[in-house]
Each structure stands twice: as C-alpha cells, then as structure tokens.
C-alpha cells in the first residue's frame, strides 16, 4: 500500500505534463525563477552571515557564537515545521476528504502512515529550499568538502523525519488522551473544535517555555569583552540553553562539521538518528491510537445539542443589504469558519510574531548597549516593513489568489444567480481589501511601537505599507479571477499554479520597490519618489480593480461552472 | 417560457450538445432524459449561463440569457445535481443569503423563512452546518433555496437523487404543484418513473441530439412501441 501511496504521488508529476504541456512547462520555468530568487537572497543572506561570524578571532566565542545563531535558527524553522506539519496532521488525519475508502478497507491501519508521509514530504521540500542555500553558503565560507555536506544534507532529511514523527505522535496521544477523558468526564465534550483549541493551547505553551528559555540568554552580557578569559563561555554554555531540545543535535552537527571536527560530527549525527528513531518508533506504536479518534470525529458536532443550536443562532447571518454586500458577508462567514484557513491565518501570524520577538530582543540590546541607534533603527524599520510585505504576499497568495477558483464545486450558487461577475469581484474584493489593511495597519503599528519610532517615520511605513497592501492584494485578486485553475479548488495546489508564480514574482519584485522607496525616504528625505511611488501604485490598482471585472474573460465563466 | 433554439456547445473537438431546439410553456413540466453524457447538464448549464453556447439562442421570458443574463437568472430557480453548498454555512444561511442574492427585500426573507423550512420539514436542523447535512438534507435545502424567490422557470437536475422515499414524494408534488401555479419546470434525469409520472412533454437526447420529443403516447408511437408501454420501455427501445 505504502508503495501504491508513493508510486501515486510520484505519478503525479508525469501525468501533470500530460495535458497543456507548454503551459505546465512554463509552469515550471516561472516556479524555478521564484525558487533562484528565493535561494539567492537565502545563499547572499548566510555567506554574510557566516563571514561576519568567522570574523571572530576568538575560537571559544566564534564557536558559541556560532551554536547559538544555529539553535535560534533551527528552533525558528523546527517551530514552523512543526505548526504546519500539525495544522495539515490534524485535517489530514481526522478531516481528510476522500478517506472513507481507505478507512473501511482492511488497510486502514496504514492510513496514518500515509499521512506520515505526506507530511514529511510536505515539510521537506521548503526546507530544503531553506537549508541548500545555507548548505552552499557554508562550502562557500568554510569549505566543509563533499563529505561533511552529504552528512549535513541527510542529517537535515532526518531532522525533518524526526519533527515530523514527534509532531504526529503528539497529536494522536493529545487526541487520544483529550477524547478518552471526554469518555469518562461528563462534562467535557469532545469536538474536533475542542481537540483544535487544545493543541493550540498545548503549542502556545510549549512556545512560551522555549521563548523564555533563548530569551534568559543575555548575549551581549555573555560576550562582552571583559568577560573574554572567562572560561564558562564556550559551546557547553550555549549549548545548556537548547540541550533538551530536538534541535540541539543538528545544531552541534553543523558546527562540528563547520569546524573540520569529523569524528565528532559523525558522533553527533549518529545521536541524532537515534533520536529520530526512537521518535518513530513512538509515532508507530502510538499511531493506531489514531482510529477511535477518526471514528468520533465523524460523528458531527451540533447534532441535537440545544446549547450548539443556541449560540449558532445567536450567530446567524441574515446578509441584510444589496446583493454586494451579501457577497461580502458571504466572504466574511465562510473565511471565519473555515478552521484549515483560519489556523493557516494564524500560522502566518505566529511566523510573523516570532520576527517581532527577535526584533524586540535586537531593538531592546541595540537601545541598552548603543547610544547611536537612528542608523541601526533605520535598517531595523526597512526589514520590518519588507517582511511585512512579504507576509502579505504570501496571506494574499494563500486566501485571496485562490478566492475565485475555491469556489468551483459551490459555484453554481453564484453563477445561477442574478448577480454579474462584477458584483461577485467587488463583493470578494472589498472584503479582502479591508481585512488585509487592517492586518497591515496593526502590522505597521505594532512594528513601528516595537522600535520606538518617530511619528514622521512611522507614518512613512504605514502610509506606504497601506497602499503596498491595497496593491498586493489587487494584483492576487485580479490575476485569481482572470486565470482561474479549473483543475482543483484546494488553494494550496492553486497557489502553485503558473499564475501562482508569477503573482509571488510580482509581489516580491513590488515589495523590493516598495522597500528601496522607504528606504530612500528615510535615508535621503526623498519625498517626491515616495509620491511619484504612491500615485503610480494608486493608478496601476484603481485601473485593475476597474478593469478586471470588465474583462473577465469565458475563462472564469468556465470556472463558474 | 423558455425557448432553446438549435443550441450547439463544443468542448475543444468534442460536440456536446448539437442543434438542440425545443420550447416550454408556463404551466408545464418538461422533462429531458438520456443515457450518461447524452448532454442534458450541459443543456441545463447553457440555459443558466453557468456554460456559453457554441451557438444558438436561449430566451427565458424573452431575455436572451447571453445578452441579459441578469434578467434571464432573475426568473430563474436551480436544482443541481451536486448540491454542493459552503460546508460552514447553515441551512438557514443559505436560505437567507439565496434570497439576497435574488433581491428579496429583507422583511419578507425573515417572513418567508419559517414557511420554507415547513416544506421539507427542516425546522429543527436548520441551525447546522452543510458539512454535517446528509445529502438528501443538503438537497432539501437547495430545493427549498431554488423556490424561495417564486422562479417563473424551474430547472432541475436529478431532483430524487438521495431523498427518502417522504422527500421524494414531497419534491414531486412541489414541482406538481409549481406547474399548476403557472411555473415551467425543466427535468433532467434518469428517475424515469418520475418523469413518467410528473411530465407533460418528454425529450430523448442521445448523442447531444434530440432525437424525439412529445407526449409519453406520441414517444411510444415514435418508438413503436404499444399503448402499455413504459417510459423506460421507450427509453431502451431510443437509446
């Protein structure tokens, strides 16, 4: 079965460019484009890195220095691993459409397995993305050699491996656990909306212990020069902060690898395969703890539950006002019950608070230890806004680009009723447009209050940021509606279209703009191209958002179909 | 009501539907059958303007369904054969928000409301998401939706499919009843014993053809066939 699961997955690919080959070709390019770019900022980003570490005369520092920017790193990329790997866990385990099948065939035991698989192999590509650059980077600076890569390159696979197995392990023994109390407690229902909250309350918790364990690390106190012969300040006191956590040995791995250190190295990959596998093997035997779980969970929620009823109708929406505004409101409902959308929201945003976090920590060390801070400031406030650009991309690419093929299967809905497309384009629209500036704005303020900045520069950011955003989203709309994919409605594989592509290559080719233009505002004082910016950005949107409607073409009628 | 004429849709080289032509009058129940890709949803789809005809016309009420598509829908109910509806809207949601979208002035969704949930007896459940309706639920409340805006023109794609045997007798006295209100109603299936049952005029596609249309009586002389004949009789002597 397992062999069945993957020659499918791997089929996959050839039968994509069995149809509209020239169009998947193109496909293809367009996503390489994005992939080189994304990797040549990632690669630029750690030769820097690494250079300015190997600047670091002293051995002892350099090394501790060194584990620990590895250990907030690999932290960061375990936490997004593992919060996306749970997010797809939990619908693909217990909300996967499509299983019914598997389930009641005698093979049901290996369903779980697959959806192992799936989330590994989901994981791994991205991080891959992530960690070759960095791979390279490091040949680059300290040239590990073929033999110390291929190490760091499969201990990276198992790494992932070994996220992915205590992620799903975590989720079957919560879940088993949370309904088998459900079972005996009658007060506590068990809902999947219950079994949601819990492992979100259970990962806010576990973020919580780990951010208070990096953040007990004064660095700047650690290496200030006086305390150089210090003895205690090496990799075993970095190494104490992070030693409990899954990351710990990869990030060991690294360094040893990184400083020609062979037998340690292998030692140190060795530990962690065997980590790995006794997180496996605790996934395996946990793993069919799964079935009476899936089996509740199929039972519904409100079912003639008097106080479900109660607090739904005390919801109801009725979609008072114009046919727009019941577009509108639609929108608003659908977005807001969607729990896969809503927790991929908030995933975003986690990723986006974990960046606040580290700019606090920077902002707070840069305020205590350097009086001269407005230039530091500066470049503090263009990353910020750049990557709340981006974060908006990758929103708009998510929720907004889709919004138009999502709809195919409930399409008729809409494309039977007496509304024109562009009542339905200005109804999605304006609803997107309002909840992502609004997102922008609290970006923009909170980022800005973080770094204590002056009222003139933050407006700067919130100005430009606002119609970056207005921009952005215009641009995921537009392009959504006017090359809808008729072939899925699931907004992950449409955000991997070729229109998919080109949007991320916009947006960030827009948001490179965006930045260079703040930046030149608030280095030069150069008002009139942030003018010049601004008004072209409002005439370039206002057009789409006039134009797209008008010239939707049969394409979208086809989706609507 | 309706009229369809010598509609045509290709599909790249494929010919879906070719020189369809036929009428229905107000008062009327016309049914459309046919083996499995004989072109009756697509026909459906075109006269909805979910599909765009190759070529051909469509007028439902004298609007041109290309040309006035607003005004065209606006007569219109749908019954699909997939009632997929948004999985976290309510029964009751829906009901509201189908309204919206036909211009129901606000008071009268709100008055109109416990009458629709009579219909199929839905009050009660109404308050549940789609995600956890049954299919025969699912399609109860896409019915009851496609009636809330009293449609001149009723369209309806396998209509039986998933209801009990109560619904399904309950649907087919609807759309009876409908019809004697002044409605015109278009029914697509394969439930031939309710297309015998319900239709005044019966039409045979095959191939995206109309290759007979008439009574049940002039069908079975179409097809040679005796006075005791069922429409299935017909069916396996056309298709």
Known sequence: MIRLFLGFELGKFAKYYKTKTGAKILTTLLFALVFLFVAAGIYSFFVSGFRTISFETDADIRAAITLFIYEVFLIVLAGIVIVSSLISGIFNLFRGGYTNWLISSPSYTLFPRIVFMKSFLASLFPSLVMFIPALLALQKVFKIGITGGVLLFIAIIIFILLLNALTLFTLTVVSFVYYKIAEQVRFVQFSFKGLVVLLLLITTLIVGVISFQVKSVDLVQLFRAENVDDTTINITTIGSYFDTLPSHQLALLILHVQNKELTSGVTTFFILCLIALVALILWRITSSLYYPVWQKLQEGTGLGNENTTKTLEAKAYRFTGSSTQAIFKKEMLVSSRNMKGVLWFLFLMFIWLMQIGANLVLGNNIAKYQPDVNEKLILLQTFQFIIALYFTAAFTLRFVFPSFSTEKKSAWILGSAPISIKKIFYGKYFFYSVLFVTVGVLMSIINTSVLGLSITNALHSLVLLVVSVLAIVTFGLSLGALFPNTETDDPEVISTSMTGFFFTALALFYGAISTYVLREMLTGGNSALEILFIISTLIVTGLLAILTPRYLSSTTKKALS | ?239
């Open chain 2, 1 to 239: 009501m309706l009229k369809v004429h010598n509609i045509t849709k290709h599909f790249d080289t494929k010919i879906a539907v070719d020189g369809v032509s036929f009428e229905i009058n107000s008062g009327e129940i016309f049914s459309l059958i046919g083996p499995n890709s004989s072109g009756k949803t697509t026909i459906v789809k075109s006269i909805l303007g979910l599909l765009k005809p190759t070529s051909g016309t469509i007028e439902i009420d004298g609007h041109n369904i290309v040309k006035s598509p607003e005004q065209a829908k606006a007569l219109t109910g749908y019954i699909p054969d997939e009632p997929t509806i948004y999985p976290y809207m309510t029964g009751e949601e829906f009901l509201y928000f189908t309204q919206a979208l036909y211009n129901i002035p606000e008071k009268t969704r709100t008055k109109n409301l416990p009458n629709l949930l009579k219909t199929f007896n839905l009050g009660g459940v109404e308050k549940q998401y789609f995600e956890e309706y049954s299919r025969g639920n699912k399609q109860k409340f896409s019915i009851t939706a496609a009636m809330s805006h009293n449609p001149k023109l009723l369209l309806i794609d396998e209509p039986i499919v998933g209801l009990d045997p109560t619904g399904a007798e309950i649907a087919k006295n609807l759309f009876v009843e409908y019809a004697k209100n002044g409605g015109a109603v278009l029914l697509v299936t394969h439930t031939l014993p309710v297309a015998e049952e319900i239709s005044q005029r019966i039409g045979f596609l095959k191939n995206g053809k109309l290759v007979a249309v008439g009574t049940l009586a002039e069908l079975k002389k179409q097809a040679d066939l005796p006075k005791t004949a069922t429409l299935e009789d017909v069916y396996k002597k056309l298709a």
